[in-house]
C-alpha cells in the first residue's frame, strides 16, 4: 500500500466518513456539546464581568451619601439586575409597609417590617444566584459525562478493528490502524469536551459564590441601616 494512500485514510474528514455510524453519532454529540459548552462559558464570561461592573458601580453610588428615595426613585423605573435588584426589592417593602393604605406614611414603622424586608433580600438574593447558576448544569454534566461517552466510542473503534482483523484473516497496519485511530478519536473529543467543562464550572462556581457573599453582606448592613431607621420611628 502506498504511504500517501495510508496517511490520507488516516486524516481526520477521512476517519469520520469511514467509521462506523454508533462512532460519528458520538463524534457529532461530542462536538456539538463542545461548541455549546464554549457558548454558555463565552457568554458567562460576559455576564460576570457585567456584573462586577455593575455591582461596583452601584456600592460606589450607595456609599456616596446620596439619599435613599433618590437613588431608589432613580433606579425603580428600570430593570435592574444584582445589588441594584436588592435594594430596590427591599425598599419596595419598606415603603409598602410603613405607609397606611390611604398613601400616608405611617407615624410609627410596625414591628415586622424589618423581618419582611430582610425575607424579601433572602428572596432576591436566590433569584440573583439562580440567574447566575442558570446552564451552569450544563458544563457540570458535560465534564462528567463525556470522557464515558467518548470511551464508548473507544469501545465500538476497537470492535471495529478486531472485526476487521476476523474478516480479512489480516493483522497489518492497514487493517487495524483506522478502527485503533476512530477509536482514539473518540476519546480526545470526549476529553476535549470535558476538561474545558469541568475547569470553568468551577471557576464559575466560586464566582457565582463570590458575588452571593457580596449580596449577603450588603443585606445585612442594608438591613443595619433599616433597623436604626426603625429604632428612630419607634
Known amino acids: 500500500m502506498n504511504p500517501s494512500d ?5 486524516s481526520i474528514l477521512q476517519l469520520f466518513l469511514n467509521a462506523h455510524i454508533v462512532v460519528q453519532l458520538v463524534i457529532v454529540g461530542l462536538l456539538a456539546a463542545s461548541v455549546w459548552s464554549w457558548a454558555i462559558i463565552i457568554e458567562k464570561f460576559f ?12 456600592e460606589q453610588v450607595f456609599w456616596s451619601g446620596q439619599s435613599l428615595d433618590e437613588l431608589y426613585q432613580a433606579l425603580a423605573q428600570r430593570r435592574n439586575v444584582g445589588m441594584a435588584a436588592l435594594f ?6 419598606w415603603k409598602r409597609s410603613t ?25 432576591t438574593i436566590s433569584r440573583e444566584v439562580e ?16 470522557p464515558f461517552v467518548g470511551l464508548f466510542g ?10 476487521a482483523i476476523a474478516t480479512s484473516n489480516n493483522t497489518s ?8 485511530a476512530e477509536a482514539l478519536f473518540a476519546t480526545a473529543l470526549g476529553l476535549l469536551a470535558a476538561i474545558p467543562a469541568v475547569i470553568f464550572y468551577n471557576k464559575f462556581n466560586a464566582e457565582v459564590a463570590r458575588h452571593a457573599a457580596r449580596l449577603e453582606g450588603f ?16
Open 6 to 10: 495510508v496517511a490520507v485514510d488516516l
Open 47 to 58: 455576564l460576570f464581568a457585567k456584573t462586577r461592573k455593575e455591582t461596583d458601580k452601584f
Open 88 to 93: 430596590v426589592s427591599a425598599m419596595r417593602e
Open 99 to 123: 405607609e397606611r393604605e390611604s398613601g400616608e406614611r405611617a407615624a410609627r414603622p410596625m414591628p415586622g417590617v424589618q423581618l419582611r424586608v430582610e425575607k424579601v433580600m433572602d428572596v
Open 131 to 146: 440567574r447566575l447558576e442558570r446552564r451552569l448544569t450544563f458544563l457540570a454534566t458535560l465534564g462528567s459525562t463525556a
Open 154 to 163: 473507544t469501545v465500538w473503534g476497537i470492535m471495529t478493528s478486531f472485526q
Open 173 to 180: 497496519l492497514a487493517v487495524v490502524a483506522p478502527g485503533i
Open 219 to 234: 443585606a445585612d448592613e442594608f438591613a443595619a441601616i433599616l433597623s436604626r431607621q426603625i429604632d428612630k420611628g419607634l
